[in-house]
């Protein structure tokens, strides 16, 4: 290919992750969404990462009264304020910009004084980087377990929070964090039963805002040198599929649901070594392995591999517990469900935590109480890697 420096990620998805959307939206769901959203008074939050931009950018093509749309980071705000003038100038008069972060933010305050009538929740903290200090880690829960759930009703009508599939049986604290949160959102539910709510959980959004096939894109067309986890399995769905997948978890059908993408169409986790290899092909380059950086040659990429276990890292992904849940499968349709369950005190549990002044005394409060979890003794922490 003449021009390497320009592959688009879309070009890449198509020819390695998915042809089209597996999890597209029907006319007769996109009807129902339409009479969800009409004139109401919707809160986005985490509206400008990759799954909640792209979510607020559709959004734009419902009627509503008042769209609200909170992230803590003022350029991407400005970003997104740009986007949507030219894009739809005429609905800009409807939006809100608010700079907060949303463990900073009183939710409970902000959706009585706003009316919010439709929550729909993105914020999160989704890297086990964040596992590597006590400060981060305490972060995490409270963005990911704590401080998104309101506490009353309020005038909700619909309450939907994104988790993901490091929720299930999970070795990090990331992933606890988020099955904290879905119990937290279970917890809601049965208090306030007149509200909708519902929550979906993801396989690896291929190129979003950090991931690691983002950082291997710009490290190829940067010719720099990266590094390579050996051992990793991953699912992968496209920015569109996920945004298709929230849409779905709103149906009235799915009301205190999980959603999960249909087994039916992710078939298969793909090794990461495989997909670099591939994503590289499409470059024109064949990968090289070697122990230290190296300046990229015109037909071999330097690529360091790593065989060791890293801290937080599943080697593979699901999407379900087998011993503790039943995904219903839907005929003719691109998602199963779960039911969301409570099984604890989320609340009770992430306080306690934070009151905690280590990570070792962290790791042995979550080892004690969350049966799944247990932390592995040989590890590289994630940072070690390039």
């Given at each position: ?5 320009f ?6 998805e198509?020819?390695?992750i ?20 009409l ?6 939050s ?22 609200y749309?909170?992230?803590?980071n003022?350029n ?16 800009i008069?409807?939006?809100k ?5 949303i ?13 919010i009538?439709i929550?729909?929740n ?30 009353k ?16 049986n ?15 959102l ?33 490290r190829i067309?940067?010719k ?11 699912y992968?769905?496209t ?10 978890s709103i149906?009235?059908?799915n ?10 169409l992710?078939k298969k ?20 392995f070697t122990?230290?950086i190296l ?6 990429f ?17 999407f ?13 349709d691109?998602?199963e ?6 099984e ?16 070792e ?16 003794k ?9």
């Amino acid at each position: 290919m003449k021009n390497k420096k320009f592959i688009t990620t879309d070009f890449i998805e198509k020819k390695l992750i998915s042809k089209k959307n597996r999890f597209k939206v029907t006319k007769k769901e996109i009807n129902e969404i339409k009479k969800l959203f009409l004139r109401g008074n919707i809160l986005i939050s985490g509206a400008c990462g990759s799954i909640g931009k792209a979510f607020t950018i559709r959004m734009l093509n419902l009627n509503y009264k008042k769209l609200y749309l909170l992230d803590k980071n003022e350029n991407s705000l400005t970003e997104l304020n740009r986007e949507i003038l030219i894009k739809s100038k005429s609905k800009i008069k409807k939006i809100k910009f608010i700079c907060s972060d949303i463990t900073s933010l009183d939710i409970d305050e902000f959706l009585l004084k706003n009316k919010i009538s439709i929550y729909l929740n993105f914020a999160a903290i989704k890297h086990v980087r964040s596992e590597e200090s006590l400060e981060s880690i305490k972060y995490m829960f409270r963005t990911n377990g704590l401080s998104f759930c309101p506490s009353k009703k309020h005038r909700l009508k619909i309450f939907f929070s994104v988790s993901s599939d490091k929720a299930v049986n999970s070795t990090s604290m990331l992933g606890v964090s988020k099955y904290l949160m879905e119990q937290n959102l279970a917890d809601y539910s049965k208090k306030f039963p007149s509200v909708f709510v519902s929550s979906a959980r993801f396989a690896n959004v291929a190129f979003s805002n950090g991931s690691y096939l983002e950082y291997i894109k710009k490290r190829i067309e940067n010719k720099i040198t990266f590094g390579l986890p050996m051992r990793i399995s991953r699912y992968f769905i496209t920015i569109e599929e996920a945004i298709s997948i929230c849409f779905k978890s709103i149906l009235k059908k799915n009301k205190n649901k999980i959603i999960i993408p249909s087994s039916k169409l992710i078939k298969k986790d793909i090794k990461l070594e495989r997909l670099v290899k591939a994503i590289l092909n499409i470059y024109g380059y064949n990968i090289y392995f070697t122990n230290k950086i190296l300046k990229v040659k015109p037909k071999y990429f330097p690529v360091i591999p790593n065989n060791t276990e890293l801290e937080g890292q599943k080697n593979f992904e699901e999407f379900f517990d087998l011993k503790k849940e039943k995904p219903i499968k839907l005929i003719k349709d691109s998602v199963e469900v779960i039911a969301l369950k409570k099984e604890l005190n989320s609340n009770i549990k992430i306080k306690k935590l934070l009151n905690l002044n280590s990570k070792e005394k962290i790791t042995k409060y979550l080892e004690k109480e969350i049966s799944f979890f247990s932390t592995k003794k040989k590890f590289k922490i994630v940072s070690q890697i390039i």
